[in-house]
Nanobody
Framework: QLQLVESGGGLVQPGGSLRLSCAAS????????VGWFRQAPGKEREGVAS???????KYGDFVKGRFVISRDNSKNTAYLQMNNLQPEDTAVYFC?????WGRGTQVTVSG
């Protein structure tokens, strides 16, 4: 079964940090790029970050140097380190590999 499972979300105060994980099963994560997306209530899903097979990274303009995407092919897992989180970062965060989406993990930033 081809599956992506996100974890690491939660409630954090403004200025705090979270590290999201995206664990793949049923396929090799190393064979293709991986992306993180998010969707806030009432808003469209938007791209947060992506990492290519060779490690190249792209980020949404709103990231402004606060997030870092990475991958550990030996663990078949991708990560999103999020620092200096703000209330506007509150959303469900999803990872995507080709046509496969995870179910998401909730991130809530509130003080």
């Amino acid at each position: 079964q081809l599956q992506l499972v996100e974890s690491g979300g939660g409630l954090v105060q403004p200025g705090g940090s979270l590290r999201l994980s995206c664990a793949a099963s049923g396929f090799r994560l190393a064979d293709y790029g991986v992306g993180w997306f998010r969707q806030a209530p009432g808003k469209e899903r938007e791209g947060v970050a992506s990492v290519g097979t060779a490690g190249s990274q792209k980020y949404g303009d709103f990231v402004k140097g606060r997030f870092v995407i990475s991958r550990d092919n030996s663990k078949n897992t991708a990560y999103l380190q999020m620092n200096n989180l703000q209330p506007e970062d509150t959303a469900v965060y999803f990872c995507k590999y080709r046509h496969i989406w995870g179910r998401g993990t909730q991130v809530t930033v509130s003080g």
